[in-house]
């Protein structure tokens, strides 16, 4: 199969696009609306989260054969690494917490991708949620600030997965057309990954959404 990774990426985010509004904490936090305990317990769920994430885009770029696929996973593993830092302003994971199924399903895939799927799928995949979590980054760390009055060191961890890395996203449209050059890319099976990537990641937002409604 040959044709424009671009192309393709972008068709697999249209695919995703209507269900990016599902994300029921957002608009939650933007109204001022959900309990300032929220990002506390973001903080404590993305603890988990971004060390294992982290541990699996490591192993995604020992499996990719390609030199841009590699970069793209080194580059995803080193920003994983960056993000687990500025999570501490909020909160760490404390000896009592206890992780939530619905948030925990995501990087669970994320660790299964790491094994079992193919570097290029998992790539689509990847960069077709990119936008939508951006978006939901953005605006959370807009609204911490306007509405709940945290300072920039707490705002860390969300301004910087809301910053766009068109470096990156360059990385992966190379490493995806390479796949698609050599006929080593399955559309059906990077479509699939993303919707899932999205359906986890919608989980997230949704449980803490129905944990983290004021009273």
């Avoid at 360059?170 to 559309?187: F, K, T």
Wanted: proline letters at 4%; glycine letters at 6%.
């Amino acid at each position: 199969m040959t044709g424009s990774a671009r192309e393709l990426i972008d068709a697999v985010q249209a695919e995703l696009a209507p269900r990016d509004g599902e994300n029921r904490l957002v608009p939650l936090v933007e109204a001022g609306e959900a309990a300032r305990e929220v990002f506390a317990a973001i903080a404590a769920e993305e603890y988990r989260i971004v060390r294992s994430d982290w541990r699996a885009f490591l192993h995604l770029a020992a499996r990719a054969r390609e030199r841009n696929a590699r970069e793209f996973f080194a580059a995803l593993a080193s920003g994983e690494g960056l993000a687990l830092g500025k999570l501490a302003a909020l909160a760490e994971e404390s000896p009592g917490f206890e992780p939530r199924a619905g948030c925990q399903a995501y990087p669970a895939f994320v660790a299964w991708l790491a094994l079992n799927g193919e570097p290029a799928d998992v790539i689509v995949a990847i960069v077709a949620n990119f936008a939508a979590f951006g978006r939901y980054c953005a605006a959370i760390a807009a609204a911490m600030r306007e509405r709940y009055g945290f300072d920039d060191e707490a705002c860390a961890f969300f301004d910087f997965f809301g910053t766009p890395s068109p470096e990156l996203e360059e990385l992966a449209v190379r490493a995806v057309q390479a796949a698609l050059d050599a006929g080593q890319l399955s559309e059906k099976d990077a479509r699939t990954h993303a919707r899932l990537f999205q359906a986890y990641e919608l989980d997230f937002w949704n449980t803490l959404a129905d944990d983290g409604r004021r009273d």
